[in-house]
């Protein structure tokens, strides 16, 4: 006796803050017709919730303490999710984002046959996005709660990500339903038609914030000298875009012998939120490039940014911003004194001196990060946007 409780998420496991996240959740009886077994299963209750877990390391973050009346998310001898109780472990929250919208009481799932209901909630527009760093981490998951009748109470949890781009939150809709684009021949919901036209305002934005391209130049140089010139032509990316840019050392004074360039994500804990005062940023690093430059004159580098990385954000405990951290390798000496002639008689033969004394220094571009179209981030998520248990 059981019944098989499938959930799936329509349009993938990702998500804009502000979207309108929906999930099919089928309930089935997988007896077969030959089974003498009963014919059909008693479904007691079900209820959905969508939930944002925090949690935070002890070491780097200091929250203040938890309320210890909180309780577990599920209620032991309740058929609903009530929104007081919420799971609490130290440094670890449960907060509640939607009431379960999603109650079955008393229904009977026939033999082969099952029930099947769609969960509508709006992520909320000024929530945190899903991260994973080595501070804090904002985790989303959809909660089904279910119990067949004399069975004990079970979850279902459905991770998915959520995206979150500024400027979403001030958009005002049409009041007025004529002027706004619309398909004389398919019927939608109210709440179809404004989540399809906040997804085409996201992507609208995007395009005009990261396809703006104008020439920054800025001079390379340290305490003896001009080393060269780094050429950018635009600082705004979309996560799954390329950073690409250009160096010119044939107008340097001071020899380059080595430059790395490495694209990363700087992690920061507000002042009031710290372990310590002035304790360090977290630093990762997503992508590097290195090179060898002696006697180059000119060199490039491309760096993806992968989709599966968390644009900046800020939120009252955590700052995530990202930066390109170059690293140059000069020589002390000139750019002649780096070979040295052989002594072969027929031919002039020029190798590398076996020791140079060089200099080092490196420096920080920031860059923004923004977010993608969330069906393009969908498809290198980690997460299925499909799970399934049995009750």
């Given at each position: 006796?059981?019944?098989e409780?499938?959930?799936?998420?329509?349009?993938?496991?990702?998500?804009?803050?502000?979207?309108?996240?929906?999930c099919?959740?089928?309930?089935?009886?997988?007896?077969?017709?030959?089974?003498?077994?009963?014919?059909?299963?008693?479904?007691?209750?079900?209820?959905?919730?969508?939930?944002?877990?925090?949690?935070?390391?002890?070491?780097?973050?200091a929250?203040?303490?938890?309320?210890?009346?909180?309780?577990?998310?599920q209620?032991?001898?309740?058929?609903?999710?009530?929104?007081?109780?919420?799971?609490?472990?130290?440094?670890?929250?449960?907060?509640?984002?939607?009431?379960?919208?999603?109650?079955?009481?008393?229904?009977?799932v026939?033999?082969?046959?099952?029930?099947?209901?769609?969960?509508?909630?709006?992520?909320?527009?000024?929530?945190?996005?899903?991260?994973?760093?080595?501070?804090?981490?904002?985790?989303?998951?959809?909660?089904?709660?279910?119990?067949?009748?004399?069975?004990?109470?079970?979850?279902?949890?459905v991770?998915?990500?959520?995206?979150?781009l500024?400027?979403?939150?001030?958009?005002?809709?049409?009041?007025?339903?004529?002027?706004?684009?619309?398909?004389?021949?398919?019927?939608?919901?109210?709440?179809?038609?404004?989540?399809?036209?906040?997804?085409?305002?996201?992507?609208?934005?995007?395009?005009v914030?990261?396809?703006?391209?104008?020439?920054?130049?800025?001079?390379?140089?340290?305490?003896?000298?001009?080393?060269?010139?780094?050429?950018i032509?635009?600082?705004?990316y979309?996560?799954?875009?390329?950073?690409?840019?250009?160096?010119?050392?044939?107008?340097?004074?001071i020899?380059?012998?080595?430059?790395?360039?490495?694209?990363?994500m700087?992690?920061?804990?507000?002042?009031?939120?710290?372990?310590?005062?002035?304790?360090?940023?977290?630093?990762?690093?997503?992508?590097?490039?290195?090179?060898?430059?002696?006697?180059?004159?000119?060199?490039?580098?491309?760096l993806?940014?992968?989709?599966?990385?968390?644009?900046?954000?800020?939120?009252?405990?955590?700052?995530?911003?990202?930066?390109?951290?170059?690293?140059?390798?000069?020589?002390?000496?000139?750019?002649?004194?780096?070979?040295?002639?052989?002594?072969?008689?027929?031919?002039?033969?020029?190798?590398?001196?076996?020791?140079?004394?060089?200099?080092?220094?490196?420096?920080?571009?920031?860059?923004?990060?923004?977010?993608?179209?969330?069906?393009?981030?969908?498809?290198?998520?980690?997460?299925?946007?499909?799970?399934?248990?049995?009750?």
């Amino acid at each position: 006796a059981m019944i098989e409780v499938l959930a799936k998420l329509g349009r993938g496991p990702v998500f804009l803050a502000g979207e309108v996240l929906e999930c099919v959740i089928t309930f089935t009886n997988p007896l077969s017709a030959s089974s003498t077994s009963a014919s059909s299963e008693m479904l007691a209750w079900a209820s959905a919730q969508i939930h944002c877990q925090f949690h935070a390391s002890e070491n780097r973050v200091a929250l203040p303490p938890s309320d210890g009346s909180k309780h577990d998310v599920q209620a032991e001898n309740e058929t609903v999710f009530v929104p007081n109780r919420v799971h609490c472990l130290r440094l670890s929250y449960y907060t509640v984002c939607g009431l379960g919208k999603l109650q079955k009481c008393s229904r009977r799932v026939e033999k082969c046959w099952g029930l099947c209901d769609s969960y509508c909630e709006t992520l909320p527009i000024d929530g945190p996005p899903s991260f994973r760093g080595q501070s804090v981490k904002y985790v989303y998951k959809l909660t089904i709660g279910c119990q067949r009748v004399n069975s004990p109470i079970k979850l279902l949890r459905v991770p998915f990500r959520v995206l979150v781009l500024h400027g979403l939150k001030d958009y005002q809709f049409p009041q007025d339903e004529a002027v706004a684009p619309s398909n004389p021949f398919l019927e939608e919901e109210e709440g179809l038609k404004k989540d399809s036209r906040l997804a085409d305002l996201a992507t609208e934005l995007l395009m005009v914030a990261t396809s703006r391209r104008s020439l920054h130049l800025y001079n390379i140089s340290n305490t003896r000298g001009k080393v060269g010139t780094f050429c950018i032509f635009k600082t705004v990316y979309k996560i799954g875009e390329d950073v690409i840019g250009t160096f010119n050392f044939s107008e340097g004074d001071i020899p380059c012998l080595q430059f790395s360039v490495s694209l990363q994500m700087e992690e920061s804990i507000q002042e009031e939120f710290q372990r310590r005062r002035g304790q360090p940023v977290s630093f990762s690093t997503h992508a590097r490039h290195q090179e060898a430059c002696l006697h180059t004159a000119q060199s490039s580098f491309s760096l993806p940014i992968p989709l599966s990385s968390t644009p900046g954000f800020t939120t009252n405990i955590v700052s995530l911003k990202w930066r390109l951290h170059f690293e140059f390798v000069t020589s002390g000496e000139s750019a002649g004194t780096c070979l040295v002639r052989g002594s072969q008689s027929e031919a002039v033969t020029w190798t590398g001196v076996e020791q140079i004394e060089v200099d080092t220094f490196s420096w920080d571009l920031p860059i923004k990060v923004l977010p993608t179209n969330p069906i393009l981030a969908s498809y290198v998520s980690q997460f299925s946007s499909t799970n399934s248990i049995t009750i």
